[in-house]
């Protein structure tokens, strides 16, 4: 690794993702059911993380964090209470019912692995910590979403580092979309079967991201083997992940960084062995990677623009 974990400087909150944090904070309390009450007192609890963070080097994903713990507690649930249990489920069980039809689209591709890897990117729509809670027709978007095109796409550097890799670490995002990872999976297992791949998923529930819960429910342990990687945020803050994680992350030949998330809090460690997949759903996300809203983006570590320090 280019970069030593124990010694990485996070660059906070910039302000720009201020009103966006508390705009999710009201939609994910709507979709808890809170009162007028609850809602303000974990508005409150954001607005002082915000403040902490002018002088501590905290990430959005910390107050995501913060977000989930202050309702489940207004809930009276336990910490470890999954809100999205039932939407991670039937986003998991539509994304199953479009498999076929995607995998098929794949075997008759004339570049199977940049199709299902344009897929896979695509599929990154399915994110609520991005979009409100009830902006997504994820139907709607699976009908659609592998017409998506990529506005940068360092397929070439992706390649050569596969035809040169023996291992493959791949960090995912989001239920639902972790089905399309698995046809992508497959077909990077086709065409190079010498990989080994391992697939990373989250810790513990929030928004919903994908847990190995998840990953069993689509079958993706049946694919590769699939690990926590010790996050319990929505994204990977890689000094706060296990050992064995950090391990696999330092070793890997390869890594995909799956989505939004990762693809900020992995930004300190980007390398050359390092390629963010994702869909750019936020103008902040669209000025790190140079890439306009609502595209994808294939960009191998090196390249990416690192956020400037923000207090």
Do not use: W
């Not at 008759?108 to 902006?135: C, R, V």
């Not at 995002?173 to 990077?188: A, H, K, P, R």
């Not at 929030?206 to 690990?227: E, S, Y």
């Amino acid at each position: 690794m280019s970069t030593t974990i124990d010694h990485i400087s996070y660059p906070g909150i910039s302000s720009v993702c201020h009103s966006c944090l508390i705009n999710h904070t009201r939609s994910a309390a709507g979709f808890a059911n809170l009162s007028e009450e609850q809602t303000e007192r974990v508005v409150q609890v954001v607005k002082t993380g915000l403040v902490k963070s002018k002088t501590h080097p905290l990430l959005p994903q910390h107050i995501a964090r913060y977000v989930e713990d202050a309702i489940n507690i207004e809930l009276g649930e336990p910490h470890d209470f999954d809100l999205y249990a039932d939407l991670k489920e039937l986003s998991n069980k539509v994304s199953l019912s479009y498999a076929e039809k995607f995998r098929e689209k794949i075997d008759i591709s004339d570049k199977p692995l940049e199709t299902g890897m344009q897929i896979a990117a695509a599929g990154n729509i399915i994110d609520f910590g991005a979009k409100s809670h009830d902006s997504i027709n994820l139907d709607k978007e699976l009908q659609s979403f592998d017409t998506v095109s990529f506005a940068h796409y360092d397929i070439e550097q992706f390649r050569e580092g596969l035809h040169k890799a023996s291992t493959l670490l791949y960090i995912c995002d989001n239920s639902g979309e972790i089905v399309f990872d698995m046809l992508f999976i497959q077909e990077i297992q086709r065409e190079y079967p010498g990989i080994r791949i391992t697939a990373a998923l989250r810790d513990k529930p929030i928004i919903n991201d994908a847990t190995l819960t998840d990953a069993r429910a689509v079958g993706l342990d049946h694919v590769v083997p699939v690990v926590s990687s010790g996050s319990i945020y929505p994204g990977t803050i890689l000094p706060e992940t296990t050992e064995g994680f950090r391990q696999l992350f330092s070793s890997a030949d390869v890594i995909i960084s799956k989505g939004q998330g990762n693809f900020e809090t992995l930004l300190p460690f980007a390398d050359a062995r390092l390629f963010f997949l994702l869909r750019i759903k936020c103008e902040y996300m669209a000025n790190l990677s140079g890439v306009l809203k609502d595209n994808l983006v294939l960009m191998q570590g090196l390249l990416v623009k690192k956020p400037v320090d923000s207090f």
